[in-house]
């Protein structure tokens, strides 16, 4: 049996077609095209897909798309103004916090929902609040600097 | 109780194939837009090797490096490379770009010459423009090059070059040198633990690693790779574990969540990262390849860090806190100092 979801995507309104064992990230992925949360586990182990349900990171592979009815989800695609990269992703690009890039989409929603909560945060929070993601390249000391640059400059 | 220890580890690592037969090529096109587009073989994991390539290939055409696309993405299409290992790419492939860009730059000039009506040999390629020698106002830039060539006159302008090292003979009995084309990196990783003599847990409080690879061509992606290394090196030496090992056929894991890679919790509070830079005379401006080791060198360096904080050499990673356990307790009951828990580990598990 399949059912009309209708949500706001980076500020959009879509609708998808969807079975109820469909989760967020089968939908985002497969039927609206939206591939930057990536598929790292499909199992909630590794943060790679990521993105924002009315504010608050959550895990696409293991929320069930029908629960997202009516809400806000952001991918990374959401997250710049009007074409322009916010403070995060610039110091990103600045810190050099990616490198194959597999992580980044997830990286970058999870860093700014952190930000969102705690504007300065200390390094022990950002380990904390960001040890969901996993990069296999090893980029969290650079993706630990970003934050941290961020934040001082958000003053 | 937690007791804190220092380890180093020094590393010579090599860098390219050294028996022959380590051939990279490229191929650069001048699209009719003035832009370039490289094609190379070697694979791009996400360490940076189509974005090096590209930095070669603009400066080699002194062009910006905007201007330039790079791909790699499929064996049909790309010229070979002997592949994206023993960390050659960087000492290997930009050799074989400079070639294609010499190629590249004859053809653009011989082009040129001919459409603005002067000798080839007055004709100079620079800043993405092909001039007079003697009168630099008379010039045509790469766009209008590639726009005549490739529309007006239905010409194709295409460099493409091919370089391997030679083979190398192994070193000089009389004096022990190797030959200069036994490329080498070096590299030191120093790490201070924590141990738990009570959990075996183990935690590094600070590592520092530093790489002489030569000629950083892009020192932040060097960065990222002697910092990525460190992360894949703490889990060699702490974590990650495909135990039961190949070939027992239960070997492997089921999930990620099983297979404990390092976290942003697990990173070492204090980290440093060094570059030095000795230009090696085989490398284009200098540059050899190392990244490999910066993944290797922290495991003895957490090891023996190990062995300064409770006196046991652990001879088996990853040193999981019941390695570190069996090991302090081996030292308490029978005074070893010395750990190889693989040889009997059938027996722990019945
Ligand atoms: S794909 Fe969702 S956590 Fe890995
Ligand atoms: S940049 Fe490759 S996994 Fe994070």
Redesign the interface.
């Given at each position: 049996m399949t059912h009309i979801l209708s949500f706001q995507l980076n500020g959009a309104p879509v609708q998808a077609l969807v079975k109820p064992s469909d989760s967020l990230l089968d939908v985002l992925r497969e039927k609206l095209d939206v591939t930057s949360p990536k598929r790292?586990?499909d199992?909630g182990?590794?943060g790679a897909c990521t993105v924002l349900l009315d504010g608050t990171a959550v895990r696409a592979c293991l929320t069930c798309a029908l629960t997202v009815e009516g809400k806000q989800v952001v991918t990374v695609e959401g997250l710049s103004r009007e074409g322009e990269l916010q403070p995060l992703q610039e110091a990103f690009m600045a810190h050099?916090g990616s490198?194959?890039?597999?992580c980044t989409s997830g990286m970058l929603v999870s860093a700014t929902a952190l930000l969102a909560k705690n504007p300065h945060p200390q390094?022990q929070e950002?380990?904390?609040e960001?040890?969901?993601?996993?990069?296999?390249?090893?980029?969290?000391?650079?993706?630990?600097q970003a934050i941290l640059d961020t934040a001082r400059k958000g003053e | 109780m937690k007791k804190n220890g220092v380890g180093m580890c020094l590393v010579l690592h090599p860098t390219g194939r050294k028996g022959g037969g380590d051939p990279s090529q490229a191929i650069i096109q001048l699209k009719p837009d003035g832009s370039l587009f490289l094609k190379v073989g070697a694979v791009d994991?996400?360490?940076?090797a189509l974005t090096m390539l590209r930095q070669v290939a603009a400066e080699a055409m002194d062009v910006d490096i905007a201007t330039v696309y790079a791909s790699n993405r499929s064996d049909d299409l790309a010229p070979l490379s002997a592949g994206s290992a023993a960390s050659r790419v960087t000492l290997v492939d930009p050799h074989a770009v400079v070639e294609a860009a010499k190629d590249l730059r004859a053809k653009i000039a011989a082009f040129a010459a001919h459409r603005l009506e002067i000798d080839a040999g007055n004709v100079e390629l620079a800043d993405g423009k092909a001039f007079a020698k003697d009168n630099p106002h008379h010039h045509m830039t790469f766009a209008d090059i590639g726009m005549i060539a490739n529309l007006g006159e239905g010409v194709i302008l295409v460099g493409t070059g091919a370089w391997q090292p030679s083979p190398v003979q192994g070193h000089d009995p009389e004096t022990g040198y190797l030959d200069q084309e036994s490329v080498i990196s070096f590299g030191c990783c120093v790490a201070e633990v924590s141990v738990d003599t009570g959990t075996g847990e183990v935690e590094v409080t600070k590592l520092v690693q530093v790489w002489e690879v030569g000629k950083a061509i892009n020192p932040?992606?060097v960065?990222?790779q002697i910092?990525?290394?460190?992360?894949?090196g703490m889990g060699l030496a702490l974590r990650e574990n495909l135990f039961p090992h190949y070939p027992d056929p239960t070997h492997g894991i089921e999930?990620?969540?099983d297979y404990p890679?390092?976290?942003?919790?697990d990173?070492p509070?204090e980290?440093i990262h060094g570059i030095q830079e000795v230009p090696h005379p085989m490398g284009v401006k200098g540059a050899k390849g190392f990244s490999e080791g910066s993944a290797t060198a922290p495991v003895p360096a957490i090891i023996s860090a190990i062995h300064d904080a409770v006196g046991v050499w652990i001879h088996e990673v990853p040193a999981t806190p019941e390695v570190v356990l069996r090991a302090l307790d081996a030292k308490e009951h029978g005074g070893a100092t010395d750990y190889w828990s693989h040889q009997d580990r059938s027996a722990w598990l019945a």
């Open positions: 790292g586990c199992s182990d590794c050099g490198q194959c890039g597999f390094r950002i380990a904390q960001m040890s969901g993601n996993l990069c296999r390249c090893g980029c969290y000391e650079e993706i630990t | 994991l996400g360490q940076g932040l992606m960065k990222q910092n990525g290394g460190l992360q894949i999930a990620l969540a890679m390092p976290t942003f919790m990173y509070p980290l």
